[in-house]
């Protein structure tokens, strides 16, 4: 009977293929937008993890001031490059320190000039940063030392200035002085904020010191930890120990700031993820109007063939029955709705992902809830129809003009 019921719907849908399209367009829709927008949702969410992890393996950075941002470190006395030396040696599940200091200028290699930005550090910066020397090497001892003329420059550099030609062994201008390329680092693409990681220039920190900024400034100290490190206790033992070497009494307020990049990535993904949700429940209004359009098309339906009702009703059909095909219909109808919404929606999103940079997570989940909710819809609104068909009168019916 079931397998009867089912036919007879689908040979009252094909009999009005125009209408049934119109009837399950907000159905598409609907589906179509909820599970694009999830998609994309999860996809720019593991895009902003990876950026953030991009920035170094648990990774805390120290900057002066009592605040991130512009601003923050204004009248805050900067950090020194032995406390790199001393956090190194004094807190445990401590993997790397790096001494960072910043300073934008123009490099030059012959007819060419960048504005790029400027970085004095030592090795460990590689190490906290998870930068990785492509081609060359990396600063010796004595050249970290006596603040060599030497660098290490970003993929965006290399290509802006040199081109095709091999950049190790090249000489850089920076300023006034000129360095020799002694390593080019992998790349690493865009960073979280939108900033192009590459175009960086590394050289040793008391070089920068010396011949860019003129003075012993360092802006931030880059803390990687250990893998299995309780970030908790090295942020305290951290803070404690910087309070010590800037000479912070009790009542003093800290003049520094600790960010721990993996609470940045939790933060601006529970963020996405919230943005995410909102949007599959604006999308989902559709899927409410469409199960509406449902029941609208399938009153009239049913209007349309009273006559053929009542002749089922009188000769012998149960009210059950036909309750069950004009509910299989609105079902099939809905359901069917829900396959092209997740096609049209799987195409959607293999092009949106490709044209905003982000990856696309193909989430089972979401595509199998959204066809048993577009389903569902067409049980609800569905019923009150096939009720009313179920529920008419036999003599009325075939009276029915």
Known sequence: MLLNTLLLALRSIRRNLMRSFLTILGIV???SAVITMVTLGNGATLAIQNQISGLGTNLLQVRPGQRMGPG??????????????VIAQQI????AVAPEARAAATAVVGGRNWTTSVIGSTNAWL???????????VFTDAELRAGAAVCLIGETVRRELFGTA???????????????????LASKGQGAFGNDQDDTVLVPLRTLQRRVTGNTRVNTLLVSMKDGSDPERVKASLTQLLRELRKLSESDEDNFNVLDTKQLADTLSGTTKVLTTLLGAVAAVSLLVGGIGIMNIMLVSVTERTREIGLRLAIGALEREVLLQFLIEAVVLAALGG???IVLATGASLALSGL???????NPGVNLLSFLFSAGIGVVFGYFPARRAARMDPIDALRHE
């Open 166 to 184: 091999d950049a190790v062994g090249g000489q850089l201008r920076v300023k006034a002085f000129s360095c020799e390329v002694v390593g080019v």
């Open 29 to 31: 829709i609907g589906v």
């Open 339 to 341: 396959l092209i919404g």
């Open 92 to 95: 445990g599940g401590i993997l």
């Open 72 to 85: 923050g470190g204004t009248g805050a006395p900067a950090f020194k490059d032995t406390d790199a030396d």
């Open 127 to 137: 190490e906290t940063g998870n930068w990785t020397v492509r081609t060359g090497r």
């Open 356 to 362: 905003m940079g982000v990856p696309y997570l193909f």
